[in-house]
């Protein structure tokens, strides 16, 4: 699936600008990463990435460390954690979740860990998808991808990124100062890599 229809290959695609977001440099960034993840997100990086704003290497390199560190360095696409650790968003009324269940359906998942129904409604629609009744697809790399993006443009984030604001970047993906040390840390790399 693509962002272009979710239905052609990237072989159908033209060729990409030059932002360069292979998966050897991603695996330069977090060596770690899980290949079949790290393969999703650099085919449809470059593509989606203009469509979104994302068109300068010190946004790029914004985006990819925080990516990193919401994904535990690519490792997964979901919030770690089981239905019992997911009851902590049960009855959030700010999520959207008011339904019984919704804490662990619509639990964090994707690039930047979409959470809540209203999140999961709200995305779908801007992507033309149906998140809601298909949460699932929300970790699917390209999906995730496509709704991270969706999500920076939504949040002004190139401002902040522009700046180099690590630490406002940081509270506009994740609403505070969570994990801000391996943000910062993974910036540094990425900025060797791209910049």
């Known amino acids: ?16 600008p030059t932002l360069a977001v292979t998966e050897e440099k991603l695996r330069r960034l977090v060596p770690s990463g899980k290949p079949a993840i790290i393969a999703g997100i650099a085919a449809g990086f470059d593509w989606q990435a203009a469509d979104y704003g994302v068109t300068t290497r010190l946004r790029l390199c914004h985006f990819l460390a925080q990516a990193a560190h919401e994904t535990d360095r690519f490792r997964t696409l979901q919030e770690y954690g089981n239905t019992a650790y997911f009851a902590r968003y049960e009855g959030r009324r700010d999520l959207g979740n008011v339904q019984p269940g919704d804490g662990a359906r619509f639990h964090g998942r994707g690039v930047f860990q979409l959470t809540g129904r209203s999140n999961y409604r709200r995305y779908g629609a801007l992507l033309g998808l149906d998140l809601e009744a298909n949460p699932e697809l929300a970790k699917d790399p390209a999906i995730s991808l496509a709704i991270a993006f969706a999500y920076w443009r939504e949040r002004g984030i190139n401002e902040a990124a522009d700046g180099d604001d690590v630490v406002r970047v940081t509270r506009l993906i994740n609403g505070g100062r969570n994990g801000l040390a391996e943000r ?11 910049l």
């Open 1 to 16: 699936m693509s962002m272009f229809g979710w239905a052609e290959t990237v072989a159908d695609l033209p060729e990409p």
């Open 184 to 194: 910062t840390r993974l910036l540094a790399v990425a900025k060797g890599i791209w």
